[in-house]
C-alpha cells in the first residue's frame, strides 16, 4: 500500500512539467524542491540525532558560494603577496566541491557539537552561520561582497564526442532538483533504517542509555552532521547554478528558520515529515501571495503557527497523521513483520 | 558607552537564561520594541524625553511578563527543544508585527541633549551617550541590588542553584520565573530604548542586538550579573579593537567569533561557576 | 568450575568525590571470572556511585579499575562497552518510544560494524546483517521471555516485562560482565522468581555478573559472594551466609531501623 502511494506520488511528481506550462509556477516547485532538500538535511541532524543546529543555512550558502566560485573561477590574495588562483571548472565538479567542503563544515560543526551540547550548541550554530554570512558580505576580493557572484553557469553533463546537456531553464532544472530530492531521500532514509541511524536515535532518545550498549556519541554526532551538511551543500549548489546569482543575504538566519519551520511541522524524526513542511512552506507564501496579503502578516502567522504546533503536536504533522492511521487500524490487529517507522 | 548596554542585554539574558533555563529569542525583540516604543512617546506624542524613557522601560517589563505568562508557563516542563522553538516562533512573529505597525523605514528619534559634545582634557564626548552611559550603570547597579538584596532576588538565587530545592523550601517558583523574565525583558527594552536615539530604529534591530547578548552571556557565564557586566564591557572592548585591526565590518562578527572560541575552549563560559546545561 | 579463580575485574583503591560529597572511600574488591557478586548496603552507602564510576559515567577521584587486564579509569562509557562491560540502570532505562525490537537491534549495536558508506550506497552487504542482527534480537528476546510482545512499543510493557527488556538490552550488547543496578525492585514475588531464574541461565552461559540489590533473600540465594558498603566504605567481603552474620553488617542494618523505631 505505501509503496503504491509513493510510486504514484513519484509519478505525478515527474509529470508535472508536462501538464503545468506556468514558467512561474515551475520557478516555485523548483524553489521549493531545493529548500525541501535542505530540510530533509537538517532533519537528519535535529530530528534524528536531536542536535538543535541552528545554523543550518550556513551549509547551504557554503555551498553555494563553493560551487559559484569553482565554477566561475577566482583570484585572491591570501597574504599581499601571494596570490591564489583558480580558473573556472566544470559545474559538476563544482558541485562536488560544494559538497565536500560542505561536508567538512559539518564535520567541525559535528566535533563542535559533542563538546558543547544543549542550549551552547545552538548558540555556537548561529554564531557560526552569522561569521559565515560576514565574511562573504566583506571579503570583497573572493566574494564580491554584496555585489554578488554573478553569471554562475548551469551545470552542464556531457560525454566528449557523444553529447552535451545543459540544464538551462525551468524544465531542465525542475527534474535535476526532483532527482536530487529523491537521491537525497533515499540516502537518508538508508542512513536512518540502518545501524547507524538507529544509534543516531539512541543518541538522541536516551544517550546514557546509548552509551551503556557501546555507542559512541562523537562518531555518530559527527556522522550526522556531515551528511547533513553535505546534503545541504548540494542544495546551495544546485541553487546556485539554477538562480546563477548568490549573495551574501543568503546566510540569513530568517532561511535557517525557514528550514527548521519546516522540519518541526512537518514531522522532525520522520521521513515524510521535511517533505510535507517543506511542501506546505515552500507552496503556502506563493498561494499567499496571490490573496495579496502581506508578507510580513505571512510570516506572523508561521511563527503562530510553530508555537501552536509545537505546543499542541510537539512531533509535527505527519507523526500526529501517522498516529491517528494506526489507531484506526488497531481494530484488527496486523502482522507487520518491519521495524517501527524511524 | 556600548559595553553598558552590551551589560545590560547580557544581564537580562543571563538571569532568563540561568535562572528559567530558556533560550530567550525574544531578547531582541525586546531591546527593539524599547526603542520603537521610545520613538512612538517621543516623536509621535510628543512625551518628555525622561519620562518617555521610563515608559519604554515600564512597558518592557509589562511585555515580558505577557510573554512568560501566555507562553512559557504552558511548557514549564516541555523538554528545551520545545521551548526553543515557541520561543523563535514568538520571535518571528513579534518581529513582523513591528515591522507592519511601523514598517521598515528607519526612525529616528530626537534627544534633548545639546549636540556639541562635552569636551574633557583632549576626550570629546557627546552629552547624549554621556547620558546613555550613565543610566545604563545605574540599571545595572539597580538590577545587582534587586538580586543581591531584596527577598525577590534572593529567591531568584535559590531557582538560580537548585529550583527543586528552592520549591521545597517554600519558593514560589510562578513568582520568580515571571518576574525574572519580566525583568529581564524590562533591561532589554531599557536598552533599546537608551541607543533608540544614538542610533536608528528598524525592525531588525533586534537580531543583532540578541547576538551579542548571547556573546555576552557566555563570556560572563550563566547567571553572574557581574560576569555579564564585565563581559558586556570586554565585548564592547574586543569590538573596537577588532574593528581597528580588521576593517570595520568584521566588527560584528568579533563578537561571534569570540563566542565560538570561547565554548570551544570553555564550554561554560569565562567566569560561570555551574555546569554547563547539558 | 576448579582451579584458582581469575580475577575478571579489580577495584582498588577506589574513591569518588563529588561536590564536596565523599561518596565512596578506598574501596577495594574484586570479582572473580564467572561468579555472582552483590553489592548491598543502606541506601546512600555508595554503591551505584561505584557502578557509575567502574562504567565511566563518573569520574574517579582516586584508585584503579581494572577489568581483565585493562585500565577503565576515565574510558568513555561507549569504550568501556566495547571493553565487555555493560550495565543497567537503576531508574527503569529503555527506549520508550521504540518498539521492543528496535530496543534490542540498538542493544546489538556493537554486534555489527556497517560502514556509512556501504550504508548510503545500500549494498547488499547491509541487507545481509540486518536480517542476521533481527534473527540475533528474537534470539535475545526469547532467552529473557518476551519474544511474542517484539512490535509492540516498549512504553507499552507492562513493568515486569520492562525489567526484563532493559536486562535483554544491556545483554545485546554481548557482556562479559554484567552489571545489574537494583534489577528486581518493585517487582513481586513470582516476577523476582522469574528473573533469577534468566540469572541462572545468563550465568551459565558464563556471564559475569556484579549486582547492587536491596532483596536480601534473592541476594542471599543468588551470589557467590557478598560486599556490604556504609557509608561509602566495605564493612564486610564474604560468602552470603558469612556476610549476613556479620557484626557490622547487622549494625548497619539494623541501625537503620533502630532509627526509624525511634523516629
Given at each position: ?183 537525497a531521500y533515499v540516502v537518508i532514509a538508508r542512513l536512518v533504517n540502518s545501524q547507524a541511524g538507529r544509534a543516531m536515535i539512541a543518541l538522541r532518545e536516551n544517550e546514557p542509555l546509548a552509551t551503556s550498549v557501546g555507542i559512541e556519541v562523537t562518531r555518530y554526532l559527527v556522522l550526522s552532521a556531515v551528511v547533513s551538511a ?113 | ?44 506624542l510628543h512625551l518628555n524625553f525622561f519620562l518617555s524613557l521610563a515608559l519604554a522601560m515600564a512597558l518592557g517589563v509589562a511585555l515580558g511578563a505577557v510573554i512568560e505568562f501566555v507562553l512559557l508557563r504552558k511548557l514549564r516542563g516541555a523538554d528545551i527543544d520545545t521551548t526553543m522553538l515557541v520561543m523563535i516562533g514568538a ?188 | ?263
Amino acid at each position: 500500500m505505501k509503496r503504491l502511494a509513493t510510486a504514484a506520488f513519484l509519478a505525478f511528481l515527474f509529470s508535472i512539467p508536462l501538464w503545468v506550462s506556468s514558467l512561474y509556477v515551475l520557478h516555485v516547485l523548483i524553489i521549493t524542491g531545493i529548500f525541501t532538500i535542505a530540510a530533509m538535511s537538517l532533519n537528519l541532524l535535529l530530528g534524528y540525532t536531536g542536535q538543535l543546529s541552528l545554523g543550518h543555512v550556513a551549509f547551504f550558502g557554503i555551498g553555494a558560494y563553493v560551487s559559484s566560485l569553482v565554477s566561475l573561477g577566482f583570484a585572491v590574495h591570501l597574504a599581499p603577496d601571494w596570490l591564489v588562483t583558480l580558473d573556472p571548472q566544470p559545474v559538476w565538479l563544482a558541485i562536488i566541491w560544494a559538497i565536500a567542503i560542505s561536508g567538512f563544515c559539518g564535520w567541525a560543526i559535528g566535533r563542535i557539537s559533542f563538546k558543547v551540547r544543549g542550549a551552547y550548541f545552538v548558540i555556537v550554530t548561529i554564531s557560526f552561520a552569522e561569521v559565515v554570512r560576514l565574511v562573504a558580505l566583506n571579503w570583497d576580493e573572493l566574494t564580491q561582497g554584496p555585489m554578488a557572484l554573478n553569471n554562475i553557469p548551469p551545470l552542464t553533463l556531457s560525454i566528449p564526442g557523444l553529447f552535451e546537456f545543459s540544464f538551462i531553464g525551468k524544465v531542465p532544472n525542475y527534474y535535476l532538483v526532483l532527482m536530487a530530492a529523491i537521491i537525497a531521500y533515499v540516502v537518508i532514509a538508508r542512513l536512518v533504517n540502518s545501524q547507524a541511524g538507529r544509534a543516531m536515535i539512541a543518541l538522541r532518545e536516551n544517550e546514557p542509555l546509548a552509551t551503556s550498549v557501546g555507542i559512541e556519541v562523537t562518531r555518530y554526532l559527527v556522522l550526522s552532521a556531515v551528511v547533513s551538511a553535505a546534503i545541504a551543500g548540494m542544495a546551495g549548489a544546485l541553487y546556485a547554478q539554477y538562480v546563477q546569482i548568490v549573495d551574501p543575504n543568503i546566510f540569513l538566519f530568517i532561511y535557517t528558520v525557514t528550514m527548521v519551520i519546516m522540519v518541526v511541522v512537518g514531522g522532525k524524526g520522520t521521513l515524510a515529515g521535511p517533505i510535507v513542511g517543506g511542501l506546505i512552506f515552500g507552496l503556502l507564501p506563493e498561494a499567499l501571495r496571490s490573496l495579496e496579503i502581506r508578507p510580513e502578516l505571512q510570516w506572523v502567522a508561521y511563527g503562530v503557527l510553530m508555537i501552536v504546533i509545537v505546543s499542541i503536536l510537539p512531533s509535527g504533522i505527519v507523526p500526529a497523521l501517522a498516529r491517528w492511521w494506526t489507531d484506526r487500524a488497531a481494530r484488527a490487529p496486523s502482522q507487520r513483520d518491519q521495524q517501527t517507522p524511524a | 558607552m556600548l559595553g553598558g548596554i552590551y551589560a545590560l542585554l547580557g544581564i537580562g539574558l543571563t538571569l532568563i537564561f540561568g535562572i528559567m533555563r530558556v533560550v530567550n529569542f525574544t531578547h531582541g525583540e525586546l531591546y527593539s520594541f524599547g526603542a520603537y516604543m521610545m520613538f512612538m512617546f517621543v516623536m509621535l506624542l510628543h512625551l518628555n524625553f525622561f519620562l518617555s524613557l521610563a515608559l519604554a522601560m515600564a512597558l518592557g517589563v509589562a511585555l515580558g511578563a505577557v510573554i512568560e505568562f501566555v507562553l512559557l508557563r504552558k511548557l514549564r516542563g516541555a523538554d528545551i527543544d520545545t521551548t526553543m522553538l515557541v520561543m523563535i516562533g514568538a520571535w518571528i512573529a513579534m518581529q513582523n508585527l513591528e515591522q507592519l505597525a511601523w514598517s521598515g523605514v528607519a526612525k529616528s528619534i530626537k534627544t534633548p541633549f545639546r549636540s556639541t559634545p562635552l569636551v574633557l582634557g583632549g576626550l570629546s564626548v557627546a552629552w547624549s551617550r554621556l547620558f546613555v552611559f550613565g543610566v545604563a550603570l545605574a540599571l545595572i547597579a539597580g538590577a545587582d541590588a534587586v538580586v543581591d538584596r531584596t527577598r525577590l532576588g534572593r529567591a531568584m538565587r535559590a531557582t538560580f542553584q537548585d529550583s527543586a530545592a528552592a520549591r521545597l523550601m517554600g519558593v514560589d517558583i510562578d513568582r520568580v520565573y515571571l518576574s525574572t523574565f519580566a525583568l529581564g525583558s524590562g533591561l532589554a527594552a531599557a536598552a533599546g530604548a537608551l541607543l533608540g536615539p544614538i542610533f536608528v530604529v528598524t525592525p531588525g534591530m533586534g537580531d543583532l542586538a540578541a547576538l551579542k547578548a548571547f556573546a555576552v552571556v557566555i563570556l560572563g557565564g550563566l547567571g553572574s550579573i557581574a560576569g555579564a557586566t564585565i563581559g558586556g564591557f570586554l565585548l564592547a572592548f574586543i569590538e573596537e579593537m577588532g574593528a581597528g585591526y580588521v576593517s570595520s565590518g568584521y566588527r560584528d562578527a568579533m563578537g561571534f567569533l569570540l563566542i565560538i572560541l570561547v565554548l570551544i575552549v570553555r564550554p561554560t563560559g569565562l567566569f560561570s561557576r555551574k555546569e554547563r546545561i547539558g | 568450575m576448579s582451579g584458582i579463580p581469575t580475577v575478571a575485574l579489580s577495584v582498588d583503591q577506589l574513591s569518588i568525590r563529588f561536590g564536596g560529597v565523599t561518596a565512596v572511600e578506598s574501596m577495594t574488591f574484586d570479582v572473580r571470572e564467572g561468579e555472582a557478586l552483590s553489592l548491598i548496603g543502606p541506601n546512600g552507602a555508595g554503591k551505584t556511585s561505584a557502578f557509575n564510576a567502574i562504567t565511566g559515567y563518573l569520574a574517579a577521584a582516586a584508585g584503579d579499575i581494572v577489568y581483565r587486564g585493562a585500565r577503565l579509569n576515565g574510558l568513555k562509557p561507549s569504550r568501556i562497552a566495547a571493553l565487555g562491560v555493560v550495565r543497567t540502570f537503576q531508574k527503569t532505562s529503555v527506549f520508550a518510544g521504540r518498539s521492543v525490537l528496535d530496543n534490542i537491534l540498538i542493544g546489538l549495536h556493537l554486534q555489527s560494524r556497517q560502514h556509512p558508506l556501504a550504508i548510503i550506497l545500500g549494498l547488499p552487504s547491509v541487507a545481509r546483517e540486518e536480517r542476521r542482527l533481527i534473527e540475533k534480537a528474537r534470539e535475545v528476546l526469547h532467552f529473557v521471555g518476551i519474544e511474542p510482545r517484539k512490535h509492540e512499543l516498549a512504553s507499552s510493557l507492562a513493568y515486569g516485562e520492562l525489567r526484563l527488556l532493559e536486562v535483554a538490552v544491556a545483554l545485546a550488547a554481548g557482556p562479559t560482565l554484567l552489571l545489574l543496578d537494583e534489577p528486581v525492585a518493585g517487582m513481586n514475588a513470582v516476577e523476582t522468581a522469574g528473573f533469577m531464574e534468566t540469572l541462572a541461565r545468563i550465568r551459565a552461559r558464563g556471564v559475569t555478573v556484579l549486582l547492587v540489590e536491596h532483596d536480601m533473600k534473592m541476594v542471599m540465594r543468588i551470589s557467590d559472594r557478598v560486599v556490604c558498603l556504609n557509608q561509602g566504605r566495605i564493612i564486610a567481603i564474604g560468602p552470603p551466609a558469612e556476610v549476613q552474620r556479620h557484626p557490622d553488617v547487622i549494625r548497619a542494618y539494623l541501625g537503620e531501623r533502630h532509627v526509624r523505631v525511634e523516629g
